[in-house]
């Protein structure tokens, strides 16, 4: 039971233009929602976070959007830069309770961001 | 401010044998939360630790346990090693403060890489 879906296995953009990273989740208990990055032999790195009362959260190059109606999130880089390629992560959770310290994580989609 | 370090980075063990994983989360994090990442399953959550108490366990079997020292420091353990346990386990930190979305976002660290042979 995948309660966050990321269903591009990958994405090739070329550089300076807007990568569109989506994901899905099927829990309504979800409330708090992340993107990360992550390159081979690294641990995943913090790129932003919103919350389920926001529906938009900017920081400089990404912006995340949260469709809760749907179900739905999306991340926007813009402009994509090489340095960009690398998997991303979806991760979600419920804040408090017994989710404590959960994060539900998607499968990833790896973007290559051509020069 | 320093990251979250994990040791040691590799290891390769034999079926049967035990190991134990050390994660040093960023100072001032109280919450260390513990994940295996396998090809097959992806990122999957094995327990979280806060003050010294395990506040939530994932879906693994007794033989994966941890614990957490009084320094926010955690270790975990997985004894009677099998095949299937070889993947990265990744720790990451926050300051597991509830009631406020930020001080869920947690930090990883670059990860121990078990292989069991």
């Known amino acids: 039971d995948q309660q966050v879906k990321q269903n591009s296995p990958s994405l090739s953009v070329q550089e300076g233009r807007i990568s569109i990273l989506n994901c899905d989740y099927t829990n309504s208990m979800f409330d708090y929602f992340l993107w990360y990055k992550k390159y081979p032999a690294e641990g995943p790195t913090f790129l932003i976070s919103i919350s389920s009362i926001k529906d938009k959260n900017e920081d400089g190059r990404f912006t995340v959007f949260l469709n809760k109606s749907a179900k739905h999130l999306s991340l926007h880089i813009v402009p994509s830069q090489p340095g960009d390629s690398a998997v991303y992560f979806c991760?979600?959770?419920?804040?408090?309770?017994?989710?404590?310290?959960?994060?539900?994580f998607g499968q990833g989609t790896i973007l290559t961001v051509h020069p | 401010k320093a990251g979250v370090t994990q040791t040691p980075r590799y290891l390769i063990k034999t079926r049967g044998q035990q190991v134990t994983l050390s994660c040093s989360p960023i100072?001032?994090?109280?919450?260390v939360s513990w994940y295996q990442q396998t090809p097959g399953q992806g990122l999957q959550f094995l327990f979280e630790y806060f003050s010294e108490t395990q506040r939530n366990k994932g879906n693994f079997p007794g033989r994966f346990s941890g614990r957490q020292f009084s320094n926010s420091r955690s270790e975990m353990n997985v004894s009677t090693l099998e095949l299937g346990d070889s993947a990265l386990y990744l720790c990451?930190?926050?300051?597991?403060?509830?009631?406020?979305?930020?001080?869920?976002?947690?930090?990883f660290g670059p990860g121990t890489r078990l292989t069991v042979t």
């Open positions: 991760a979600a959770s419920s804040i408090g309770g017994t989710s404590y310290g959960k994060l539900t």
């Open positions: 990451a930190s926050s300051r597991g403060l509830a009631g406020q979305g930020p001080f869920y976002e947690q930090y």
């Open positions: 100072s001032g994090h109280r919450s």
